[in-house]
Protein backbone atom coordinates (compact mmCIF):
# COMPACT_ATOMS: atom_id res chain seq x y z
CA UNK A 1 0.00 0.00 0.00
CA UNK A 2 1.78 3.50 -0.90
CA UNK A 3 1.79 6.37 1.41
CA UNK A 4 0.66 9.93 0.86
CA UNK A 5 4.08 10.82 0.01
CA UNK A 6 4.42 8.42 -2.07
CA UNK A 7 1.55 9.44 -3.81
CA UNK A 8 2.28 12.05 -4.23
CA UNK A 9 5.61 11.70 -5.72
CA UNK A 10 4.04 9.41 -8.02
CA UNK A 11 1.47 12.45 -9.14
CA UNK A 12 4.81 14.79 -9.56
CA UNK A 13 6.92 11.85 -11.82
CA UNK A 14 4.12 12.00 -14.09
CA UNK A 15 3.85 15.33 -14.21
CA UNK A 16 7.76 15.95 -14.94
CA UNK A 17 7.56 13.50 -17.46
CA UNK A 18 4.99 15.59 -19.52
CA UNK A 19 7.52 18.16 -18.75
CA UNK A 20 5.13 20.56 -17.43
CA UNK A 21 5.26 23.00 -14.54
CA UNK A 22 2.51 22.64 -11.74
CA UNK A 23 1.67 26.51 -12.89
CA UNK A 24 1.41 24.47 -16.74
CA UNK A 25 -0.95 22.19 -15.32
CA UNK A 26 -2.94 24.50 -13.46
CA UNK A 27 -3.70 26.67 -17.00
CA UNK A 28 -4.41 22.95 -18.55
CA UNK A 29 -7.14 21.64 -15.44
CA UNK A 30 -8.38 24.92 -14.01
CA UNK A 31 -7.23 23.00 -10.46
CA UNK A 32 -5.70 25.83 -8.00
CA UNK A 33 -2.05 25.96 -8.01
CA UNK A 34 -1.31 25.70 -4.43
CA UNK A 35 -3.88 22.17 -4.40
CA UNK A 36 -1.76 20.77 -6.92
CA UNK A 37 1.35 21.71 -4.56
CA UNK A 38 -0.21 19.76 -1.83
CA UNK A 39 -1.16 16.96 -3.62
CA UNK A 40 2.71 16.40 -4.87
CA UNK A 41 3.23 16.44 -0.75
CA UNK A 42 1.11 13.69 -0.17
CA UNK A 43 -1.68 16.04 1.88
CA UNK A 44 -4.71 14.92 0.56
CA UNK A 45 -6.85 16.12 3.42
CA UNK A 46 -7.02 20.01 2.31
CA UNK A 47 -10.82 19.21 0.95
CA UNK A 48 -13.62 17.01 1.09
CA UNK A 49 -13.48 13.35 -0.51
CA UNK A 50 -15.49 14.34 -3.66
CA UNK A 51 -13.31 17.37 -4.88
CA UNK A 52 -10.20 15.43 -4.07
CA UNK A 53 -12.11 12.67 -6.34
CA UNK A 54 -12.58 15.11 -8.99
CA UNK A 55 -9.17 16.74 -9.09
CA UNK A 56 -7.29 13.08 -9.42
CA UNK A 57 -9.67 12.48 -12.61
CA UNK A 58 -8.72 15.52 -14.21
CA UNK A 59 -4.82 15.22 -13.30
CA UNK A 60 -5.07 11.55 -14.65
CA UNK A 61 -6.40 12.72 -18.12
CA UNK A 62 -3.83 15.08 -18.40
CA UNK A 63 -1.21 13.20 -17.54
CA UNK A 64 -2.52 9.84 -19.38
CA UNK A 65 -2.88 8.13 -16.12
CA UNK A 66 -5.28 5.83 -15.10
CA UNK A 67 -7.75 7.37 -13.42
CA UNK A 68 -9.15 3.81 -11.90
CA UNK A 69 -5.83 3.05 -10.36
CA UNK A 70 -5.12 6.60 -9.18
CA UNK A 71 -8.51 5.97 -7.51
CA UNK A 72 -7.80 3.25 -6.27
CA UNK A 73 -4.48 4.23 -4.70
CA UNK A 74 -6.35 7.38 -2.89
CA UNK A 75 -9.02 5.18 -1.41
CA UNK A 76 -6.33 2.83 -0.05
CA UNK A 77 -4.70 5.99 1.60
CA UNK A 78 -7.66 7.55 2.83
CA UNK A 79 -9.40 4.30 3.98
CA UNK A 80 -7.08 1.75 4.91
CA UNK A 81 -8.19 -1.81 6.05
CA UNK A 82 -8.03 -2.44 9.39
CA UNK A 83 -5.47 -5.07 10.43
CA UNK A 84 -6.09 -5.73 13.71
CA UNK A 85 -8.13 -9.18 14.29
CA UNK A 86 -10.07 -10.28 17.26
CA UNK A 87 -8.28 -12.31 19.59
CA UNK A 88 -10.02 -15.55 19.26
CA UNK A 89 -8.80 -15.56 15.30
CA UNK A 90 -5.58 -14.25 16.25
CA UNK A 91 -5.07 -17.17 18.61
CA UNK A 92 -5.88 -19.84 16.48
CA UNK A 93 -3.84 -18.46 13.32
CA UNK A 94 -0.44 -16.92 14.74
CA UNK A 95 2.17 -19.61 14.31
CA UNK A 96 4.44 -21.59 16.79
CA UNK A 97 7.61 -19.78 16.76
CA UNK A 98 5.75 -16.79 17.56
CA UNK A 99 4.39 -18.13 20.28
CA UNK A 100 7.81 -18.40 21.63
CA UNK A 101 8.60 -15.04 21.33
CA UNK A 102 5.53 -13.86 23.02
CA UNK A 103 6.38 -16.20 26.21
CA UNK A 104 9.58 -14.70 26.67
CA UNK A 105 8.59 -10.63 27.34
CA UNK A 106 5.87 -11.80 30.22
CA UNK A 107 7.70 -15.00 32.14
CA UNK A 108 10.81 -12.44 32.45
CA UNK A 109 8.98 -10.59 35.38
CA UNK A 110 7.00 -13.51 36.80
CA UNK A 111 10.18 -15.84 36.74
CA UNK A 112 11.91 -12.75 38.61
CA UNK A 113 9.61 -12.68 41.23
CA UNK A 114 9.48 -16.03 42.15
CA UNK A 115 13.16 -16.60 42.72
CA UNK A 116 12.96 -12.96 45.14
CA UNK A 117 10.29 -14.96 47.47
CA UNK A 118 11.73 -17.03 50.31
CA UNK A 119 11.47 -20.64 50.07
CA UNK A 120 10.31 -22.64 52.44
CA UNK A 121 12.21 -26.16 53.40
CA UNK A 122 9.07 -27.73 55.61
CA UNK A 123 7.29 -29.11 52.44
CA UNK A 124 9.19 -29.62 48.97
CA UNK A 125 6.20 -30.94 47.31
CA UNK A 126 4.27 -27.15 48.63
CA UNK A 127 7.47 -25.46 47.23
CA UNK A 128 7.00 -27.07 43.61
CA UNK A 129 3.32 -26.76 43.08
CA UNK A 130 2.69 -22.72 42.58
CA UNK A 131 4.86 -22.87 39.53
CA UNK A 132 3.46 -24.72 37.36
CA UNK A 133 0.45 -22.65 37.83
CA UNK A 134 1.89 -19.59 37.27
CA UNK A 135 3.14 -21.11 34.25
CA UNK A 136 -0.30 -21.95 32.60
CA UNK A 137 -2.54 -19.06 34.04
CA UNK A 138 -0.43 -16.07 33.74
CA UNK A 139 1.59 -16.34 30.76
CA UNK A 140 -2.21 -17.19 28.96
CA UNK A 141 -3.16 -13.46 30.29
CA UNK A 142 0.06 -12.27 28.92
CA UNK A 143 0.21 -13.55 25.68
CA UNK A 144 -2.91 -11.98 24.70
CA UNK A 145 -1.79 -8.35 26.06
CA UNK A 146 1.39 -9.22 23.71
CA UNK A 147 -0.57 -10.04 20.58
CA UNK A 148 -2.50 -6.98 20.90
CA UNK A 149 0.18 -4.48 21.66
CA UNK A 150 2.00 -6.51 18.77
CA UNK A 151 -1.06 -5.88 16.43
CA UNK A 152 -1.43 -2.12 17.31
CA UNK A 153 2.40 -1.64 16.50
CA UNK A 154 1.62 -3.11 13.10
CA UNK A 155 -0.88 -0.80 12.20
CA UNK A 156 -0.18 1.88 10.07
CA UNK A 157 -1.21 5.40 11.44
CA UNK A 158 -4.88 6.33 11.44
CA UNK A 159 -5.68 9.44 8.45
CA UNK A 160 -6.14 12.44 9.55
CA UNK A 161 -8.60 12.63 6.88
CA UNK A 162 -11.50 13.08 9.93
CA UNK A 163 -10.23 15.87 11.55
CA UNK A 164 -8.85 17.73 8.51
CA UNK A 165 -12.92 17.59 7.05
CA UNK A 166 -13.84 19.31 9.89
CA UNK A 167 -11.48 21.69 10.02
CA UNK A 168 -11.44 23.14 6.68
CA UNK A 169 -8.06 24.98 5.32
CA UNK A 170 -7.09 28.00 6.30
CA UNK A 171 -7.09 29.11 2.26
CA UNK A 172 -10.95 28.06 1.91
CA UNK A 173 -11.72 30.15 5.07
CA UNK A 174 -10.12 33.48 3.50
CA UNK A 175 -12.38 33.01 0.43
CA UNK A 176 -15.37 32.47 2.23
CA UNK A 177 -14.65 35.64 4.15
CA UNK A 178 -13.61 37.80 1.40
CA UNK A 179 -16.92 36.27 -0.76
CA UNK A 180 -18.53 37.35 2.52
CA UNK A 181 -17.20 40.84 2.30
CA UNK A 182 -17.70 41.82 -1.42
CA UNK A 183 -21.68 40.09 -1.20
CA UNK A 184 -21.63 42.73 1.88
CA UNK A 185 -20.24 45.79 -0.64
CA UNK A 186 -22.55 44.83 -3.50
CA UNK A 187 -26.14 44.77 -0.92
CA UNK A 188 -24.89 47.94 0.98
CA UNK A 189 -24.13 49.51 -2.80
CA UNK A 190 -27.56 48.67 -3.81
CA UNK A 191 -29.48 49.60 -0.81
CA UNK A 192 -27.98 53.31 -1.28
CA UNK A 193 -29.21 53.17 -4.87
CA UNK A 194 -32.60 52.06 -3.62
CA UNK A 195 -32.82 54.90 -1.40
CA UNK A 196 -31.48 57.65 -3.70
CA UNK A 197 -33.03 57.22 -6.74
CA UNK A 198 -35.02 54.33 -6.63
CA UNK A 199 -38.00 55.01 -3.91
CA UNK A 200 -39.86 57.18 -6.48
CA UNK A 201 -40.36 54.36 -8.75
CA UNK A 202 -40.74 51.92 -6.68
CA UNK A 203 -43.71 53.46 -4.46
CA UNK A 204 -45.46 54.63 -8.24
CA UNK A 205 -45.78 51.15 -8.88
CA UNK A 206 -47.58 50.48 -5.90
CA UNK A 207 -50.17 53.24 -5.78
CA UNK A 208 -53.42 51.02 -6.31
CA UNK A 209 -55.78 50.35 -9.56
CA UNK A 210 -58.20 52.99 -10.05
CA UNK A 211 -61.50 51.17 -11.49
CA UNK A 212 -62.89 53.16 -14.61
CA UNK A 213 -65.93 52.56 -16.84
CA UNK A 214 -65.99 51.57 -20.63
CA UNK A 215 -66.74 55.03 -21.85
CA UNK A 216 -63.96 56.67 -18.77
CA UNK A 217 -61.55 54.58 -20.65
CA UNK A 218 -62.57 56.02 -24.13
CA UNK A 219 -62.08 59.56 -23.13
CA UNK A 220 -58.71 58.62 -21.73
CA UNK A 221 -57.35 56.97 -24.67
CA UNK A 222 -58.98 60.07 -27.43
CA UNK A 223 -57.50 62.22 -25.00
CA UNK A 224 -54.09 60.94 -24.99
CA UNK A 225 -54.67 60.59 -29.28
CA UNK A 226 -55.52 64.29 -29.34
CA UNK A 227 -52.16 64.94 -26.80
CA UNK A 228 -50.10 63.02 -29.36
CA UNK A 229 -51.97 65.24 -32.64
CA UNK A 230 -50.64 68.17 -31.01
CA UNK A 231 -47.19 66.79 -30.28
CA UNK A 232 -46.74 65.95 -33.49
CA UNK A 233 -48.11 69.15 -35.25
CA UNK A 234 -45.49 71.56 -32.64
CA UNK A 235 -42.75 69.18 -34.12
CA UNK A 236 -43.40 69.49 -38.17
CA UNK A 237 -41.56 72.15 -39.66
CA UNK A 238 -43.53 75.70 -39.78
CA UNK A 239 -44.64 76.20 -43.39
CA UNK A 240 -44.19 80.00 -44.85
CA UNK A 241 -47.39 82.05 -44.24
CA UNK A 242 -48.41 84.05 -47.50
CA UNK A 243 -48.43 88.02 -46.42
CA UNK A 244 -51.38 89.65 -45.22
CA UNK A 245 -53.14 92.03 -46.67
CA UNK A 246 -52.58 95.08 -44.24
CA UNK A 247 -55.80 96.96 -44.66
CA UNK A 248 -55.74 99.97 -46.94
CA UNK A 249 -54.16 103.23 -45.31
CA UNK A 250 -56.23 106.13 -45.16
CA UNK A 251 -54.50 108.22 -47.33
CA UNK A 252 -52.60 107.71 -50.78
CA UNK A 253 -49.02 109.10 -50.22
CA UNK A 254 -45.84 109.63 -52.40
CA UNK A 255 -42.68 110.80 -51.84
CA UNK A 256 -40.15 111.93 -54.82
CA UNK A 257 -36.46 112.66 -54.29
CA UNK A 258 -34.40 113.61 -57.40
CA UNK A 259 -31.00 112.23 -58.87
CA UNK A 260 -31.23 113.75 -62.32
CA UNK A 261 -33.38 116.90 -63.93
CA UNK A 262 -36.52 115.12 -64.24
CA UNK A 263 -40.15 116.58 -65.65
CA UNK A 264 -43.16 115.42 -63.64
CA UNK A 265 -46.63 115.68 -63.91
CA UNK A 266 -48.90 114.84 -61.01
CA UNK A 267 -52.64 114.10 -61.03
CA UNK A 268 -54.70 113.84 -57.84
CA UNK A 269 -57.77 111.95 -57.50
CA UNK A 270 -58.42 112.79 -61.06
CA UNK A 271 -58.48 116.40 -60.46
CA UNK A 272 -56.04 118.27 -59.51
CA UNK A 273 -52.90 118.35 -61.65
CA UNK A 274 -50.23 119.75 -61.42
CA UNK A 275 -46.11 119.22 -63.01
CA UNK A 276 -43.00 119.98 -61.60
CA UNK A 277 -39.33 120.21 -63.02
CA UNK A 278 -37.16 118.74 -60.49
CA UNK A 279 -33.26 119.16 -59.81
CA UNK A 280 -30.72 116.88 -58.77
CA UNK A 281 -31.26 116.58 -54.49
CA UNK A 282 -34.81 117.99 -54.47
CA UNK A 283 -37.51 116.06 -52.70
CA UNK A 284 -41.33 116.72 -52.50
CA UNK A 285 -44.48 114.71 -50.89
CA UNK A 286 -47.72 114.28 -52.31
CA UNK A 287 -51.04 112.98 -50.77
CA UNK A 288 -53.83 111.78 -52.37
CA UNK A 289 -57.78 110.58 -51.19
CA UNK A 290 -57.98 107.64 -53.14
CA UNK A 291 -55.70 107.83 -56.32
CA UNK A 292 -52.39 109.37 -57.63
CA UNK A 293 -51.53 109.57 -61.35
CA UNK A 294 -47.91 110.30 -62.95
CA UNK A 295 -46.00 111.01 -65.96
CA UNK A 296 -42.61 111.79 -65.54
CA UNK A 297 -39.41 112.89 -68.02
CA UNK A 298 -36.92 109.70 -67.24
CA UNK A 299 -37.41 106.69 -64.84
CA UNK A 300 -34.37 106.51 -63.68
CA UNK A 301 -33.41 109.71 -62.30
CA UNK A 302 -36.16 109.96 -59.44
CA UNK A 303 -36.82 107.77 -56.31
CA UNK A 304 -40.16 107.04 -54.93
CA UNK A 305 -41.79 106.01 -51.56
CA UNK A 306 -45.34 104.89 -52.24
CA UNK A 307 -47.24 104.54 -48.98
CA UNK A 308 -44.24 104.62 -46.97
CA UNK A 309 -42.85 101.63 -48.58
CA UNK A 310 -39.16 102.04 -50.71
CA UNK A 311 -39.93 101.46 -54.30
CA UNK A 312 -36.35 103.10 -55.63
CA UNK A 313 -35.72 103.53 -59.58
CA UNK A 314 -38.33 102.52 -62.15
CA UNK A 315 -36.31 101.83 -64.45
CA UNK A 316 -32.66 100.98 -64.59
CA UNK A 317 -31.62 103.12 -68.09
CA UNK A 318 -33.35 106.07 -69.35
CA UNK A 319 -37.30 105.88 -70.54
CA UNK A 320 -39.83 107.82 -70.27
CA UNK A 321 -42.58 106.84 -67.61
CA UNK A 322 -46.12 107.49 -69.91
CA UNK A 323 -48.19 106.12 -67.11
CA UNK A 324 -47.93 105.13 -63.06
CA UNK A 325 -51.18 105.04 -60.90
CA UNK A 326 -50.98 104.32 -57.39
CA UNK A 327 -53.91 103.52 -54.90
CA UNK A 328 -53.81 102.86 -51.35
CA UNK A 329 -53.08 99.20 -51.68
CA UNK A 330 -49.63 100.21 -53.63
CA UNK A 331 -48.74 100.86 -57.60
CA UNK A 332 -51.42 99.10 -59.66
CA UNK A 333 -50.40 100.67 -63.19
CA UNK A 334 -46.64 101.06 -64.70
CA UNK A 335 -46.13 102.03 -68.52
CA UNK A 336 -42.38 102.25 -69.64
CA UNK A 337 -40.89 103.60 -73.22
CA UNK A 338 -37.43 103.69 -73.88
CA UNK A 339 -35.94 106.67 -75.25
CA UNK A 340 -34.47 106.07 -78.88
CA UNK A 341 -31.21 107.91 -79.73
Given at each position: ????????KQLRRARRAKKLRTRDLYKRTKINEDYLKDMEEGKLNF??????????????????LSSERLLEDYDEIRHPPELFEPPEKSRKQTPKPRKRTL???????????????????????????????????????????????????????????????????????????????????????????????????????????????????????????????????????????????????????????????????????????????????????????????????????????????????????????????????????????????
Amino acid sequence: MLTPEEFGKQLRRARRAKKLRTRDLYKRTKINEDYLKDMEEGKLNFLPEPYIRAFLKTIAAELNLSSERLLEDYDEIRHPPELFEPPEKSRKQTPKPRKRTLKQTPEKPIQIQAKKRPVKKSNPEEQEAPHPQKEETVPEIKKDETRQKIAADNLPPKPKAENAQKSKPKKTHRMETILILAVGLILIAVGFVYWKYGRQYFVTAQQPVKEITVFEARNEILKKEQEKQKQALALRPHKKQAPVVQSPVKYVTLRIKTLDTTWVRVIRDKADTSEFIFRPGNIRDFKADSLLQLRMGRGDGLLLWVNGDSIGKLSRTAAVVKKLVINKTGIIEKKLRPVQR
